[in-house]
């Protein structure tokens, strides 16, 4: 039996609604500076500037979060699933057993230094008053009004993995690298490759010299020879596979 790996990225999200990171909406201005979503995605913003951080991360996550899954979301419900999105619509469709690589949006933790074993918990966006939006951000993320500044152990921070932080098992990359060189074949589904994650994929996969599948329309060439590519979104793949 064929144990395939799917490795999913924003472009999977997008028919849901949910715009790609990197598209326009990840854009912010802080007075009259316009912060690129890399720079707003980082420990530092979020530890020098919380109220900042948290609003970029309300209007641009936060926002999606009823937003429901789509067909390709279903197809996976019983697939060996790493995603790299945070918008929990792979739970959302069915899937139990997935990997949030970078975290999910329902969900934050104790504010803590990395590498340190932490719970995490459900974050309560539905009580969030958007017409006082920055201090009831502060409130639910325990964040002092004055100071505006987290403490650790003490405050909480969403549970997503930024720019500055690295893998820990917090976000299970233990089992994800397990479950790369486990794979007897791959499939890339709507990345841009630009992350960690997928580059540790690939090393996997050519470690062990197995097939890959990357499903884009307008994929990443990569130099393996085992590769073959989609040229299509996923909800087409899907039809096919």
Do not use: C
């Not at 707003?40 to 970029?56: C, K």
């Not at 007897?184 to 960690?196: A, I, L, Y």
């Not at 990357?214 to 899907?238: F, G, L, Q």
């Amino acid at each position: 039996m064929t144990n395939t790996l799917y490795i999913t990225g924003a472009g999977v999200s997008s028919e849901s609604g949910i715009p790609t990171f990197r598209g326009e909406d990840g854009f912010w201005t802080i007075g009259s500076v316009n912060y690129t979503p890399m720079e707003m995605a980082t420990r530092a913003m979020y530890e020098n500037n919380p109220i900042e951080f948290l609003s970029w991360y309300y209007h641009r996550f936060a926002t999606y979060r009823n937003h429901g899954p789509n067909a390709v979301h279903h197809w996976l419900a019983d697939k060996n699933l790493i995603t790299q999105n945070i918008d929990g619509l792979d739970g959302k469709a069915g899937n139990n057993d997935y990997i949030a690589i970078h975290g999910r949006l329902d969900q934050m933790t104790l504010y803590h230094s990395q590498g340190d074993a932490v719970d995490t918990i459900a974050t309560p966006w539905d009580s969030v008053d958007e017409e006082n939006l920055q201090e009831s951000l502060l409130d639910i993320f325990n964040i002092n009004r004055n100071s505006k500044r987290p403490e650790l152990n003490f405050s909480f921070k969403p549970y997503v993995l930024l720019f500055d932080e690295y893998y820990t098992d917090l976000y299970r990359i233990t089992e994800a690298q397990h479950r790369m060189y486990q794979a007897d074949k791959m499939v890339f589904m709507g990345t841009s490759f630009s992350v960690n994650i997928t580059q540790m994929a690939l090393r996997a996969a050519i470690d062990n010299q197995i097939e890959i599948d990357i499903v884009d329309p307008d994929p990443i060439e990569i130099p393996y020879a085992k590769v073959t590519y989609h040229r299509m979104k996923a909800s087409e793949y899907i039809n096919i596979a």
